[in-house]
């Protein structure tokens, strides 16, 4: 089975879907591995290293789809909304894809990959189990996501984060608040502590407080509760707007007393709960910074701009968007094995085995023989039931 590594192309992206070391475990495993010259570059994995591991180098993107059976990236067709439409050309019936595709964002596009008769796996996909734990490429950005979010708001601080005692008087530690204690908002918390910032957390879920007590910050409770906070698959759902509104009513105080907010709540497949409204923000200190790690998906902050980073009444409000890609070299390292661990379930004997039995391969397939196959995804666009496509 030949898996190629084409280079990124959405914007500014400088991560890459495998990395030189894991090349070898493949070739063990009975792959060959192509990769594009330069795919690593950024990321700091140079085209001598993939050579040195058993690679074979390709001059160019189109070389690497027309030879490889299976392609893997970061940002496939779906998931990079600006050049990804490219790769649509250049797939084929008989061909796999695997990496981030955003099969809750748009049909059209999701169809769209669907026509070129690739079979697509979708790693957002990936159920949130023990046994797909090594696949889980979402948890393994978000964990680089929540720390790089800390490490941006600390640097457009005016302040540091810890408590200093000096001969020139004491300075307090930031206050940090951390909305939304998925793997990311855990991940901050952690960062923010060790910086040595006073951290407090909230979520709708209470089934996180343990875990925020755990890594030594306070969790913020509200005298509301979620209606079945949490789904099946653990993540929190979507609540009526009476819930949001007085979610921020009773929110505003504390994120005033915040000098540092990160946002990361988010609803699968839905524009993210507004926990920051324009007045909140004017109630906080000049100087504040809130991250908002949920700009992509519309942002937990009424004002944030996706991309961007504005200043509001003194507040400085980060809307970046791709912000695992800021830590390139470790979230391509973690990403790899993600991809590594997928491919060696799905691949055995040198062949694609699609067994729709196994939870793993059934709910993270997207598209095959020219179809939308996957059950989550025609339900959320309401699609007829189908049949899946019997494995081969
Ligand atoms: P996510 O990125 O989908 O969401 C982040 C957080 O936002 C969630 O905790 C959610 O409850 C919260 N949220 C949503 N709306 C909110 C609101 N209005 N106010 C406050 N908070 C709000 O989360 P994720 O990191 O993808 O994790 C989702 C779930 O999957 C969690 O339960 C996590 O523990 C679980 N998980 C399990 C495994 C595993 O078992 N292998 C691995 C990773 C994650």
Do not use: W
Not at 303 to 320: C, K, N, P, S, Y
Request: glycine residues 10%; charged residues 20%.
């Amino acid at each position: 089975m030949i898996v190629g590594i084409p280079k990124e192309t959405y914007p500014g992206e400088r991560r890459v879907a495998l990395v030189p070391k894991l090349v070898p475990n493949l070739i063990k495993a009975g792959f060959e591995v192509l990769c594009q010259a330069g795919a690593g570059e950024a990321a700091g994995y140079g085209d001598e290293q993939y050579q040195e591991k058993g690679a074979r180098l390709l001059p160019d993107r189109e070389a690497v789809f027309s030879a490889a059976q299976i392609v893997v990236q970061v940002l496939g067709v779906g998931a990079n909304d600006i050049t990804g439409d490219a790769d649509l050309a250049l797939l084929r019936p008989e061909q796999t894809v695997i990496g981030f595709l955003r099969p809750l964002g748009s049909l059209e596009v999701v169809e769209r990959l669907a026509s070129t008769g690739a079979t697509a796996f979708s790693l957002e996909l990936v159920p949130r189990t023990t046994r797909a734990q090594a696949m889980d490429a979402l948890s393994s950005m978000a964990t680089i996501s929540g720390y790089k979010a800390i490490l941006a708001a600390a640097d457009a601080l005016p302040s540091i984060f810890p408590m200093l005692t000096t001969a020139a008087g004491t300075i307090t530690p930031a206050r940090v608040l951390i909305m939304g204690v998925g793997v990311a908002g855990l991940q901050a918390i952690a960062t923010a502590r060790r910086l040595g910032g006073v951290v407090s957390a909230y979520d709708l879920r209470p089934a996180v407080k343990e875990q925020v007590l755990s890594l030594g910050a306070r969790f913020v409770e509200l005298p509301i509760e979620a209606k079945d906070a949490q789904d099946a698959r653990g993540y929190g759902r979507a609540q009526d707007e009476a819930f949001y509104a007085r979610q921020r009513d009773l929110l505003a105080r504390v994120v005033g007393e915040s000098d540092v907010v990160i946002t990361a709540a988010v609803v699968p497949g839905r524009k993210s709960p507004v926990l920051v409204t324009a007045e909140m923000v004017r109630g906080m200190a000049r100087g504040s910074v809130i991250f908002d790690l949920a700009a992509e998906r519309g942002g937990n902050c009424e004002l944030t701009r996706a991309g961007e980073t504005i200043v509001v009444d003194g507040v400085t409000i980060i809307g970046q968007v791709n912000v695992a890609s800021g830590v390139p070299h470790h979230a391509s390292q973690l990403y790899a094995r993600n991809i590594l661990s997928f491919l060696l379930h799905v691949v055995k004997d040198g062949r694609l085995e699609l067994d729709t039995q196994d939870d793993i391969v059934r709910e993270t397939m997207l598209t095959r023989g020219g179809q939308i196959v996957n059950a989550r995804v025609r339900e959320f666009f309401s699609l007829p039931g189908l049949a899946i496509a019997p494995a081969t």
